[in-house]
Nanobody
Framework: QVQLVESGGGLVQPGGSLRLSCTASGSIISIYAMGWYRQTPGNQRDFVARISRVGGTNYTDSLKGRFTISRDNAKNTVYLQMNSLKPEDTAIYYC???????????????WGQGTQVTVSS
């Protein structure tokens, strides 16, 4: 099977930085686009950023300039560098990836379990 495991969340003061990581493992043939979403209680899961296999990136407009997505294909890992954090960035952050595995001919969407980010003084 395929798993995505996030790490790097935690408590940070306003204005601080965090770097989230998400590593895919399992019976993987290829990983396509990877991305990050976030969700607060009672709300839908919102898009944060996405990076293609060759490094093309997209961001939700409100986060451009503060958040940077990157990936290391050799490590099957995607990162989210978050700077100048604000209390409204508090959320559970989820990793997402399109992956072709040995178990299916199709590219399937996989999600991590989420990592909590809390921005508070």
């Amino acid at each position: 099977q395929v798993q995505l495991v996030e790490s790097g969340g935690g408590l940070v003061q306003p204005g601080g930085s965090l770097r989230l990581s998400c590593t895919a493992s399992g019976s993987i043939i290829s990983i396509y686009a990877m991305g990050w979403y976030r969700q607060t209680p009672g709300n839908q899961r919102d898009f944060v950023a996405r990076i293609s296999r060759v490094g093309g990136t997209n961001y939700t407009d409100s986060l451009k300039g503060r958040f940077t997505i990157s990936r290391d294909n050799a490590k099957n890992t995607v990162y989210l560098q978050m700077n100048s954090l604000k209390p409204e960035d508090t959320a559970i952050y989820y990793c997402n990836a399109g992956i072709r595995s040995i178990h299916s001919a199709d590219v399937k969407d996989y999600w991590g379990q989420g990592t909590q980010v809390t921005v508070s003084s």
